[in-house]
């Protein structure tokens, strides 16, 4: 067992929590404190986003950050030290979000060696296709780095194939679309995790668009953990360098919501 999905298992009879920042944004000593107070507030996982120029599946609030973090500096080597730094801080699982070019970029043998020696737990792709994840995956398995698959609403003929051989977690997306707040979540989220637990045994964890405590707990029946990113980013957006304390009440209240 993976230590994310040792994860979920942690969280015993509640739903697992997993929050996002974008390191770097508005700086990395920021980032670092912000991870803090999830961690803090109760998240069971932290995913950070190393930056990148054309985050194509990201909607405004998380291309911003995305730009605000790339204007202050951030580069993968410097995502690296921040997950240094917490470490000396935080065991709680790190999942680290990106695009294939800069991964492709840094090399991926020393990029997945690079994850293994700080502790980085697994990594998100979204613009890596199915069907060349194991040009991938073959360098991050010996390293111990969990390549975590998404499912997307337009999967479901897909399901068997997606889900037959995940890592970590699987990811299903909520809804069509890029990333961002969403006033309402019309997937059969349901039928799309029955489906997937059909064929899969590994915890699922359902991202895009959550953003309020009903949303957490109503989508908490059917999956096992929740995914939030842009409600957090928007957080920071709006707080800057004070962002610390909002994000511990708003992560304290969507986990209250999942328990």
Not at 38 to 63: L, N
Not at 122 to 131: C, S, Y
Request: negative net charge; contains cysteine.
């Amino acid at each position: 067992m993976s230590k994310l999905q040792g994860a979920f298992q942690k969280a015993g009879g509640h739903k697992a929590f997993i929050g996002f920042v974008s390191g770097g944004d508005p700086s990395l000593e920021k980032s670092r404190d912000f991870v803090l107070e999830m961690v803090r507030a109760g998240a069971d996982i932290v995913e950070i986003g190393i930056p990148f120029s054309d985050p194509i599946a990201e909607g405004p609030v998380i291309q911003g950050a995305n730009l605000r973090a790339l204007k202050a500096g951030s580069t993968p080597e410097r995502i690296f030290s921040l997950v240094e730094e917490l470490r000396q801080q935080t065991q709680v699982p790190l999942v680290l979000l990106t695009y294939l070019n800069p991964v492709f970029q840094y090399g991926y043998e020393r990029f997945f060696k690079r994850c293994q020696t700080l502790g980085v737990d697994g990594i998100i792709i979204p613009d890596l296709p199915f069907e060349e994840q194991q040009e991938v995956r073959t360098v991050a398995d010996p390293y111990g780095v969990d390549l975590i698959s998404l499912i997307a609403p337009t999967s479901v003929a897909r399901i068997k194939e997606l889900a037959a051989d995940p890592r970590g977690f699987l990811y299903v997306v909520s809804s069509l679309g890029v990333t961002g707040v969403r006033g309402k979540i019309e997937t059969d989220l349901a039928a799309l995790i029955g489906a997937v637990r059909q064929v899969s045994t590994v915890p699922v964890a359902v991202g895009f668009g959550i953003h309020t405590p009903e949303q957490a707990a109503g989508i908490g029946k059917w999956a096992d953990g929740v995914i939030v990113g842009s409600a957090i980013v928007r957080i920071i957006e709006e707080h800057g360098v004070d962002a610390g304390k909002h994000i511990y009440e708003y992560v304290r209240r969507m986990k209250e919501a999942l328990s």
